[in-house]
């Protein structure tokens, strides 16, 4: 039987958090959490940290004035999260059963998480429902491109190439080493339309949808062509 991808991201949780908090390491500092931060909304009353992780987000999100609370499926994770000399309170909790009433959030986030959860409709279900009318959900996701294709090589006109289906849902894992550091990323291929269907079956209205060129620093990333082939996909969506 495959591991679910919960149990996955609690086995790589200490080298997560490792990778997470090397300052400046990864895409986070220098392309995603711009990007996502352009797309979302003034903070309220509570933000919601959907698959906080080791609690960077949360952390970078109370800098700007919200009032975050976390949620994570990892105890070591969560555990992490709120014992960091930043705390992020926490809970811990599967997002497709979330531990929070309805209607108590203005905000949910998921930044990088919800391509990595088993179940993605239940996600999205439990995210618009602790949303309050007029609240929004924003994702962070590897763009699906990213996830069904490769370059050939990491020159800069390298053909991208998609030699599977796009169409077909698959589980994946990215073994990256970077400055000493190794981290395996365990996720879920989904094609763009499985998000746009989860948010309609939930009720959700899509606001808003990026895919921007990275043009970060080339150690963070040994691949050039990421300036014509969208790396990740941003996605806010409103409860009416």
Same mark, same amino acid.
């Given at each position: ?10 086995d790589e949780a200490a080298a997560w958090a490792a990778w997470a908090r090397a300052p400046g390491h990864d895409m986070f ?51 992490l999260a709120v014992t960091h000399e930043q705390p992020v309170p926490t809970l811990l909790g599967d997002v497709a059963h ?20 088993? *179940? ?9 429902? /602790? +949303? =309050? ?6 994702? &962070?996701? @590897? ?30 894992s990215d073994r990256i080493e970077r400055e000493e550091l190794t981290m395996t990323f365990h996720s879920a291929h989904r ?5 746009? *269907? ?9 606001? /808003? +949808? =990026? ?6 620093? &080339?150690? @963070? ?20």
């Amino acid at each position: 039987m495959t591991e679910s991808l919960r149990q996955a991201w609690e086995d790589e949780a200490a080298a997560w958090a490792a990778w997470a908090r090397a300052p400046g390491h990864d895409m986070f500092w220098h392309h995603t959490w711009p990007e996502l931060a352009a797309v979302l909304p003034a903070p309220g009353e509570l933000t919601l940290d959907l698959g906080c992780g080791e609690g960077r987000l949360g952390r970078e999100l109370t800098r700007r004035g919200h009032r975050v609370v976390g949620v994570d499926t990892s105890p070591t994770l969560a555990q992490l999260a709120v014992t960091h000399e930043q705390p992020v309170p926490t809970l811990l909790g599967d997002v497709a059963h979330l531990p929070v009433r309805a209607g108590v959030a203005d905000l949910a986030v998921a930044c990088l998480s919800f391509h990595d959860v088993d *179940d993605l409709p239940g996600a999205v279900r439990d995210a618009a429902a /602790a +949303l =309050r009318p007029g609240g929004r959900l924003c994702l &962070a996701i @590897v763009h699906p491109i990213n996830s069904a294709g490769a370059f050939t090589d990491d020159s800069a006109d390298a053909p991208f190439v998609i030699r599977g289906s796009y169409l077909d849902e698959f589980r994946y894992s990215d073994r990256i080493e970077r400055e000493e550091l190794t981290m395996t990323f365990h996720s879920a291929h989904r094609p763009l339309e499985a998000y746009v *269907d989860a948010f309609e079956d939930a009720g959700l209205l899509l606001e /808003a +949808l =990026r895919e921007p060129a990275f043009h970060g620093p &080339a150690e @963070v990333s040994a691949f050039q062509g990421w300036s014509r082939v969208p790396l990740f996909c941003f996605l806010r969506a409103r409860k009416p």
